[in-house]
Protein backbone atom coordinates (compact mmCIF):
# COMPACT_ATOMS: atom_id res chain seq x y z
CA UNK A 1 0.00 0.00 0.00
CA UNK A 2 1.20 3.33 -0.97
CA UNK A 3 1.34 5.48 2.05
CA UNK A 4 1.40 9.45 2.95
CA UNK A 5 1.92 10.79 6.21
CA UNK A 6 -1.04 13.75 7.58
CA UNK A 7 -1.48 15.73 10.40
CA UNK A 8 -4.97 15.90 12.11
CA UNK A 9 -5.30 17.52 15.19
CA UNK A 10 -2.03 16.62 17.60
CA UNK A 11 -1.75 13.30 15.89
CA UNK A 12 0.29 12.51 12.46
CA UNK A 13 -0.71 9.39 11.10
CA UNK A 14 -0.23 7.16 7.76
CA UNK A 15 -3.28 6.86 5.19
CA UNK A 16 -3.39 5.58 1.91
CA UNK A 17 -1.49 8.16 -0.44
CA UNK A 18 -5.03 9.13 -2.97
CA UNK A 19 -2.36 9.80 -6.15
CA UNK A 20 -2.05 5.63 -5.89
CA UNK A 21 -5.83 5.35 -6.12
CA UNK A 22 -7.18 8.11 -8.65
CA UNK A 23 -9.16 6.87 -11.30
CA UNK A 24 -9.57 9.12 -14.59
CA UNK A 25 -7.83 11.85 -12.28
CA UNK A 26 -10.45 11.43 -9.64
CA UNK A 27 -10.29 10.02 -5.58
CA UNK A 28 -13.23 8.73 -3.54
CA UNK A 29 -11.52 7.99 -0.06
CA UNK A 30 -13.53 4.61 -0.40
CA UNK A 31 -11.29 3.55 -2.99
CA UNK A 32 -8.40 3.39 -1.13
CA UNK A 33 -7.48 -0.23 0.71
CA UNK A 34 -8.14 1.53 3.69
CA UNK A 35 -10.59 4.70 4.41
CA UNK A 36 -9.39 7.76 5.47
CA UNK A 37 -11.50 11.04 4.83
CA UNK A 38 -10.01 14.54 6.02
CA UNK A 39 -13.61 15.73 5.12
CA UNK A 40 -14.26 13.84 8.71
CA UNK A 41 -12.25 16.06 10.34
CA UNK A 42 -14.89 18.42 11.55
CA UNK A 43 -16.77 15.14 12.82
CA UNK A 44 -13.74 14.24 14.59
CA UNK A 45 -12.43 17.54 16.17
CA UNK A 46 -15.94 18.39 17.71
CA UNK A 47 -15.71 14.51 18.79
CA UNK A 48 -12.33 14.91 20.60
CA UNK A 49 -14.25 17.66 22.57
CA UNK A 50 -16.45 15.37 23.11
CA UNK A 51 -14.54 12.74 25.13
CA UNK A 52 -12.79 15.38 27.02
CA UNK A 53 -15.41 15.95 28.42
CA UNK A 54 -16.90 12.00 29.14
CA UNK A 55 -13.66 10.85 30.35
CA UNK A 56 -14.44 7.50 29.61
CA UNK A 57 -12.17 4.43 30.88
CA UNK A 58 -13.02 1.95 28.17
CA UNK A 59 -13.07 3.79 24.44
CA UNK A 60 -14.08 0.81 21.37
CA UNK A 61 -13.45 2.57 18.36
CA UNK A 62 -15.95 -0.45 16.45
CA UNK A 63 -15.21 0.72 12.66
CA UNK A 64 -11.74 2.21 13.14
CA UNK A 65 -9.94 2.37 9.30
CA UNK A 66 -6.85 3.93 10.11
CA UNK A 67 -7.14 4.63 13.99
CA UNK A 68 -7.48 8.10 13.48
CA UNK A 69 -10.38 8.59 15.71
CA UNK A 70 -9.15 6.37 18.73
CA UNK A 71 -5.86 7.62 18.14
CA UNK A 72 -7.47 10.97 18.43
CA UNK A 73 -8.94 10.38 21.61
CA UNK A 74 -6.60 9.23 23.67
CA UNK A 75 -3.64 11.50 22.35
CA UNK A 76 -6.25 14.64 22.55
CA UNK A 77 -9.20 13.79 24.97
CA UNK A 78 -8.10 11.29 27.76
CA UNK A 79 -5.60 8.73 28.48
CA UNK A 80 -8.14 5.91 28.96
CA UNK A 81 -7.62 2.73 30.84
CA UNK A 82 -8.25 0.75 27.87
CA UNK A 83 -8.09 1.60 24.09
CA UNK A 84 -9.68 -0.88 21.21
CA UNK A 85 -9.19 -0.35 17.98
CA UNK A 86 -11.19 -2.77 15.43
CA UNK A 87 -11.60 -2.87 11.50
CA UNK A 88 -12.66 -6.02 9.91
CA UNK A 89 -10.80 -5.27 7.07
CA UNK A 90 -6.95 -6.71 7.63
CA UNK A 91 -5.43 -3.74 5.84
CA UNK A 92 -6.91 -1.30 7.77
CA UNK A 93 -5.80 -3.11 11.18
CA UNK A 94 -1.97 -3.26 9.93
CA UNK A 95 -2.10 0.12 9.44
CA UNK A 96 -3.66 0.99 12.62
CA UNK A 97 -1.09 -0.92 14.86
CA UNK A 98 1.82 1.21 13.13
CA UNK A 99 -0.42 4.44 13.71
CA UNK A 100 -0.62 3.55 17.09
CA UNK A 101 3.02 2.93 17.78
CA UNK A 102 3.80 6.08 15.85
CA UNK A 103 1.90 8.24 18.49
CA UNK A 104 3.25 6.67 21.35
CA UNK A 105 0.19 3.89 22.12
CA UNK A 106 1.54 1.03 22.96
CA UNK A 107 -1.07 -0.38 24.62
CA UNK A 108 -4.58 -0.65 22.59
CA UNK A 109 -6.19 -3.50 21.79
CA UNK A 110 -6.38 -3.76 18.27
CA UNK A 111 -8.85 -6.26 16.64
CA UNK A 112 -9.45 -7.56 13.02
CA UNK A 113 -13.11 -8.68 13.98
CA UNK A 114 -16.51 -8.08 12.54
CA UNK A 115 -17.53 -5.17 14.68
CA UNK A 116 -20.71 -6.43 15.54
CA UNK A 117 -19.21 -10.07 17.16
CA UNK A 118 -16.70 -7.73 18.68
CA UNK A 119 -19.39 -5.75 20.29
CA UNK A 120 -20.92 -8.98 21.98
CA UNK A 121 -17.72 -9.65 23.64
CA UNK A 122 -17.00 -6.51 25.51
CA UNK A 123 -18.83 -3.99 27.74
CA UNK A 124 -17.58 -0.10 27.43
CA UNK A 125 -18.43 3.48 28.88
CA UNK A 126 -17.87 4.84 25.46
CA UNK A 127 -18.43 3.14 21.76
CA UNK A 128 -17.84 5.01 18.23
CA UNK A 129 -19.71 3.67 15.83
CA UNK A 130 -18.69 5.88 12.31
CA UNK A 131 -19.37 3.23 9.68
CA UNK A 132 -20.15 3.50 5.41
CA UNK A 133 -23.80 5.14 5.31
CA UNK A 134 -25.78 3.84 7.66
CA UNK A 135 -25.41 3.07 12.02
CA UNK A 136 -28.33 0.81 11.82
CA UNK A 137 -26.78 -2.38 11.56
CA UNK A 138 -24.49 -1.73 14.37
CA UNK A 139 -27.34 0.08 16.70
CA UNK A 140 -28.47 -2.90 18.66
CA UNK A 141 -24.79 -4.15 19.20
CA UNK A 142 -23.69 -1.27 20.55
CA UNK A 143 -26.43 -0.66 23.23
CA UNK A 144 -25.79 -4.13 24.02
CA UNK A 145 -21.50 -3.53 24.98
CA UNK A 146 -22.39 -0.22 26.47
CA UNK A 147 -22.34 0.00 30.57
CA UNK A 148 -25.06 2.05 32.57
CA UNK A 149 -24.77 5.49 31.79
CA UNK A 150 -22.34 4.53 29.27
CA UNK A 151 -22.34 6.81 25.72
CA UNK A 152 -22.51 5.48 22.27
CA UNK A 153 -21.58 7.99 19.54
CA UNK A 154 -23.23 7.37 15.87
CA UNK A 155 -22.07 8.98 12.50
CA UNK A 156 -25.04 8.12 9.67
CA UNK A 157 -24.12 9.50 6.29
CA UNK A 158 -27.22 7.70 4.64
CA UNK A 159 -29.10 10.82 4.91
CA UNK A 160 -31.29 9.95 1.80
CA UNK A 161 -33.33 7.21 3.60
CA UNK A 162 -33.42 9.81 7.03
CA UNK A 163 -34.59 12.98 5.21
CA UNK A 164 -36.77 11.15 3.10
CA UNK A 165 -35.78 11.01 -0.38
CA UNK A 166 -35.65 6.91 -0.41
CA UNK A 167 -38.33 6.62 1.99
CA UNK A 168 -38.53 2.39 0.86
CA UNK A 169 -34.69 2.22 2.35
CA UNK A 170 -36.08 4.42 5.36
CA UNK A 171 -38.71 1.80 5.68
CA UNK A 172 -36.08 -0.72 5.65
CA UNK A 173 -33.45 0.48 7.71
CA UNK A 174 -35.42 2.92 10.33
CA UNK A 175 -38.61 0.61 10.28
CA UNK A 176 -40.20 4.65 9.66
CA UNK A 177 -42.73 5.76 6.94
CA UNK A 178 -40.61 9.56 5.62
CA UNK A 179 -41.21 11.23 2.60
CA UNK A 180 -39.26 14.44 2.39
CA UNK A 181 -40.96 17.36 4.04
CA UNK A 182 -39.51 21.03 4.92
CA UNK A 183 -37.77 20.28 8.29
CA UNK A 184 -36.26 16.80 6.76
CA UNK A 185 -33.14 18.28 7.85
CA UNK A 186 -34.06 17.78 11.47
CA UNK A 187 -36.75 15.16 11.02
CA UNK A 188 -33.76 12.64 9.60
CA UNK A 189 -32.04 13.17 12.79
CA UNK A 190 -35.14 12.43 15.04
CA UNK A 191 -35.91 9.83 12.88
CA UNK A 192 -32.31 7.78 13.61
CA UNK A 193 -32.90 8.32 17.62
CA UNK A 194 -36.21 7.02 17.10
CA UNK A 195 -34.60 3.94 15.86
CA UNK A 196 -32.31 3.91 18.47
CA UNK A 197 -34.84 4.21 21.09
CA UNK A 198 -36.38 0.78 19.71
CA UNK A 199 -33.44 -1.35 19.65
CA UNK A 200 -32.60 -0.33 22.83
CA UNK A 201 -35.82 -1.02 24.16
CA UNK A 202 -35.33 -4.59 23.12
CA UNK A 203 -32.86 -5.29 25.44
CA UNK A 204 -34.78 -3.22 28.25
CA UNK A 205 -32.45 -0.28 27.83
CA UNK A 206 -33.40 3.20 26.86
CA UNK A 207 -31.13 5.85 25.45
CA UNK A 208 -31.65 9.95 25.93
CA UNK A 209 -29.47 12.53 23.64
CA UNK A 210 -26.12 14.15 25.14
CA UNK A 211 -25.59 15.97 22.06
CA UNK A 212 -26.09 15.81 18.17
CA UNK A 213 -25.35 17.69 15.11
CA UNK A 214 -25.90 18.22 11.23
CA UNK A 215 -22.73 19.02 9.35
CA UNK A 216 -21.77 18.52 5.13
CA UNK A 217 -23.33 15.46 4.58
CA UNK A 218 -24.17 13.49 8.17
CA UNK A 219 -25.15 13.60 11.76
CA UNK A 220 -23.55 13.01 14.64
CA UNK A 221 -24.87 12.02 17.84
CA UNK A 222 -24.54 11.16 20.94
CA UNK A 223 -26.52 9.09 23.57
CA UNK A 224 -26.48 7.96 27.20
CA UNK A 225 -27.82 4.84 27.95
CA UNK A 226 -29.90 3.45 30.46
CA UNK A 227 -30.82 0.41 31.77
CA UNK A 228 -34.29 -1.03 32.66
CA UNK A 229 -37.81 -1.84 30.81
CA UNK A 230 -39.70 0.89 32.91
CA UNK A 231 -37.14 3.44 31.50
CA UNK A 232 -37.39 2.02 28.15
CA UNK A 233 -41.13 2.21 28.43
CA UNK A 234 -40.92 5.37 29.73
CA UNK A 235 -39.35 7.19 26.77
CA UNK A 236 -41.27 5.28 23.93
CA UNK A 237 -44.73 6.50 25.26
CA UNK A 238 -43.14 9.92 26.09
CA UNK A 239 -40.98 10.69 23.39
CA UNK A 240 -41.98 8.62 20.12
CA UNK A 241 -44.75 9.69 18.16
CA UNK A 242 -45.11 10.98 15.07
CA UNK A 243 -45.01 14.26 12.58
CA UNK A 244 -47.26 16.21 10.14
CA UNK A 245 -47.26 18.83 8.25
CA UNK A 246 -49.78 20.24 6.60
CA UNK A 247 -49.33 20.54 2.46
CA UNK A 248 -51.11 23.38 2.02
CA UNK A 249 -50.76 25.87 4.95
CA UNK A 250 -47.49 24.69 6.21
CA UNK A 251 -48.42 23.88 9.68
CA UNK A 252 -46.23 21.67 11.58
CA UNK A 253 -47.19 19.62 14.72
CA UNK A 254 -46.41 16.18 16.40
CA UNK A 255 -49.23 13.81 16.11
CA UNK A 256 -50.14 10.53 18.09
CA UNK A 257 -50.91 8.18 15.25
CA UNK A 258 -49.70 7.84 11.42
CA UNK A 259 -53.53 7.77 10.51
CA UNK A 260 -55.50 10.62 8.42
CA UNK A 261 -55.11 13.81 10.53
CA UNK A 262 -56.57 16.98 9.53
CA UNK A 263 -54.64 20.56 10.01
CA UNK A 264 -56.23 22.71 12.38
CA UNK A 265 -55.35 25.46 10.36
CA UNK A 266 -56.61 25.04 6.87
CA UNK A 267 -58.48 21.47 7.24
CA UNK A 268 -56.17 19.90 4.74
CA UNK A 269 -54.80 16.08 4.95
CA UNK A 270 -51.15 16.39 7.01
CA UNK A 271 -48.33 14.65 5.24
CA UNK A 272 -47.19 12.08 8.33
CA UNK A 273 -43.55 10.96 8.59
CA UNK A 274 -42.48 8.40 11.93
CA UNK A 275 -42.53 7.29 14.24
CA UNK A 276 -39.49 9.59 15.35
CA UNK A 277 -38.24 10.94 18.68
CA UNK A 278 -39.93 14.47 19.51
CA UNK A 279 -37.75 15.00 22.83
CA UNK A 280 -34.84 17.63 23.21
CA UNK A 281 -31.56 17.36 20.74
CA UNK A 282 -29.47 18.26 23.37
CA UNK A 283 -28.51 17.78 27.78
CA UNK A 284 -28.71 21.43 28.36
CA UNK A 285 -25.96 20.17 31.52
CA UNK A 286 -23.57 18.92 28.81
CA UNK A 287 -23.74 21.69 26.43
CA UNK A 288 -22.89 23.93 28.87
CA UNK A 289 -20.27 21.77 29.48
CA UNK A 290 -18.87 21.73 25.64
CA UNK A 291 -19.12 26.10 25.88
CA UNK A 292 -17.17 26.11 28.77
CA UNK A 293 -14.53 23.88 27.32
CA UNK A 294 -14.24 24.17 23.82
CA UNK A 295 -12.03 27.40 23.87
CA UNK A 296 -9.05 24.98 25.03
CA UNK A 297 -9.29 23.27 21.65
CA UNK A 298 -8.05 26.50 19.56
CA UNK A 299 -5.38 24.35 18.17
CA UNK A 300 -7.97 22.48 15.75
CA UNK A 301 -8.16 23.53 12.30
CA UNK A 302 -12.01 23.54 12.51
CA UNK A 303 -11.64 25.82 15.52
CA UNK A 304 -13.75 28.57 14.11
CA UNK A 305 -16.45 26.51 12.73
CA UNK A 306 -17.22 24.69 15.86
CA UNK A 307 -17.19 28.02 17.45
CA UNK A 308 -19.80 29.09 14.67
CA UNK A 309 -21.75 25.86 15.02
CA UNK A 310 -21.73 25.76 19.06
CA UNK A 311 -22.80 29.40 19.38
CA UNK A 312 -26.18 28.55 17.31
CA UNK A 313 -26.49 25.30 19.02
CA UNK A 314 -26.38 27.23 22.18
CA UNK A 315 -28.93 29.01 21.68
CA UNK A 316 -31.46 26.71 19.57
CA UNK A 317 -30.91 24.35 22.40
CA UNK A 318 -34.06 25.75 24.65
CA UNK A 319 -36.49 25.29 22.42
CA UNK A 320 -39.10 22.46 21.69
CA UNK A 321 -40.06 22.69 18.53
CA UNK A 322 -38.79 21.73 14.87
CA UNK A 323 -37.46 24.88 13.08
CA UNK A 324 -39.56 26.13 10.54
CA UNK A 325 -38.05 26.80 6.86
CA UNK A 326 -39.16 30.46 6.26
CA UNK A 327 -38.40 29.81 2.33
CA UNK A 328 -40.54 26.56 2.09
CA UNK A 329 -43.53 27.91 4.52
CA UNK A 330 -43.32 31.55 2.33
CA UNK A 331 -43.79 29.53 -1.07
CA UNK A 332 -46.95 28.14 0.83
CA UNK A 333 -48.27 30.60 1.76
CA UNK A 334 -47.67 32.43 -2.09
CA UNK A 335 -45.20 34.89 -0.75
CA UNK A 336 -42.59 35.72 -2.98
CA UNK A 337 -40.45 37.83 -1.26
CA UNK A 338 -39.16 35.67 1.50
CA UNK A 339 -38.26 38.44 4.26
CA UNK A 340 -34.58 38.06 6.03
CA UNK A 341 -34.13 35.96 8.70
CA UNK A 342 -32.79 38.43 10.97
CA UNK A 343 -36.30 40.71 10.38
CA UNK A 344 -38.34 37.79 11.66
CA UNK A 345 -36.00 36.75 14.13
CA UNK A 346 -36.82 40.42 15.28
CA UNK A 347 -40.56 40.44 14.75
CA UNK A 348 -40.76 36.90 16.54
CA UNK A 349 -38.77 38.36 19.55
CA UNK A 350 -38.33 34.63 21.21
CA UNK A 351 -36.38 33.02 18.80
CA UNK A 352 -33.40 31.66 17.12
CA UNK A 353 -31.97 30.47 13.90
CA UNK A 354 -31.20 26.29 13.70
CA UNK A 355 -27.92 24.95 12.68
CA UNK A 356 -29.52 22.71 10.38
CA UNK A 357 -30.95 25.44 7.34
CA UNK A 358 -29.97 28.70 6.72
CA UNK A 359 -33.73 29.80 5.82
CA UNK A 360 -34.73 28.19 9.19
CA UNK A 361 -36.09 29.65 12.18
CA UNK A 362 -36.63 27.74 15.68
CA UNK A 363 -39.35 29.11 18.13
CA UNK A 364 -41.90 27.54 20.61
CA UNK A 365 -44.54 30.85 19.19
CA UNK A 366 -47.07 29.39 17.92
CA UNK A 367 -47.62 29.64 13.85
CA UNK A 368 -49.85 32.05 13.26
CA UNK A 369 -47.80 34.57 15.33
CA UNK A 370 -44.98 33.35 12.44
CA UNK A 371 -47.02 33.71 9.55
CA UNK A 372 -48.14 37.27 10.94
CA UNK A 373 -44.24 38.08 10.75
CA UNK A 374 -43.64 36.70 7.39
CA UNK A 375 -46.29 38.63 6.13
CA UNK A 376 -46.06 41.73 7.97
CA UNK A 377 -42.46 42.34 6.50
N1 LIG B 1 -13.77 5.91 11.87
C1 LIG B 1 -12.95 6.12 10.73
C2 LIG B 1 -12.43 7.55 10.67
O1 LIG B 1 -12.86 8.41 11.47
O2 LIG B 1 -11.60 7.83 9.79
C3 LIG B 1 -13.66 5.81 9.44
C4 LIG B 1 -14.38 4.53 9.40
S1 LIG B 1 -14.92 4.08 7.79
C5 LIG B 1 -16.20 5.20 7.47
C6 LIG B 1 -15.76 2.60 8.10
C7 LIG B 1 -14.84 1.43 8.42
O3 LIG B 1 -15.65 0.35 8.87
C8 LIG B 1 -14.06 0.90 7.23
O4 LIG B 1 -12.69 0.92 7.54
C9 LIG B 1 -14.54 -0.55 7.04
O5 LIG B 1 -13.51 -1.45 6.72
C10 LIG B 1 -15.07 -0.86 8.43
N2 LIG B 1 -16.16 -1.84 8.47
C11 LIG B 1 -17.26 -1.91 7.67
N3 LIG B 1 -18.08 -2.92 8.10
C12 LIG B 1 -17.50 -3.44 9.22
C13 LIG B 1 -17.86 -4.46 10.12
N4 LIG B 1 -19.00 -5.13 9.98
N5 LIG B 1 -17.03 -4.72 11.15
C14 LIG B 1 -15.86 -4.05 11.31
N6 LIG B 1 -15.46 -3.09 10.46
C15 LIG B 1 -16.26 -2.77 9.44
Request: a positive charge; proline letters at 5%; charged letters at 25%.
Amino acid sequence: MKLKEVTEGKVRIFVPDPTGYMVEGKFDPSWAPVFYNPKMTFNRDLSVIVVSILKPKIIVDALSATGIRGIRYYVESWKSEQLILNDKNPNATSLIQINAKNNGIENAKIYNKDANALLYEVKSDYIDIDPFGSPAPFILSSLNAATRNGIVAFTATDLSPLEGSSPTSCRRKYDAINHKLSSSKELGLRVLIGKIIREAAILEKTVYPLFSFYADYYYRLFVRVENGARKADDNINKHLKYFGECPRCGFQTFVEENCKTKCPVCGEIFSIIGPLYIGPLYSMEFLKRIMDLYSNFNYLTSFNRIQKLLNVIEKEARFKNVFYNISKLASKLKISAIPPIESILECLGDASRTHFAPTGIRTDKEYEEITKCIKSL
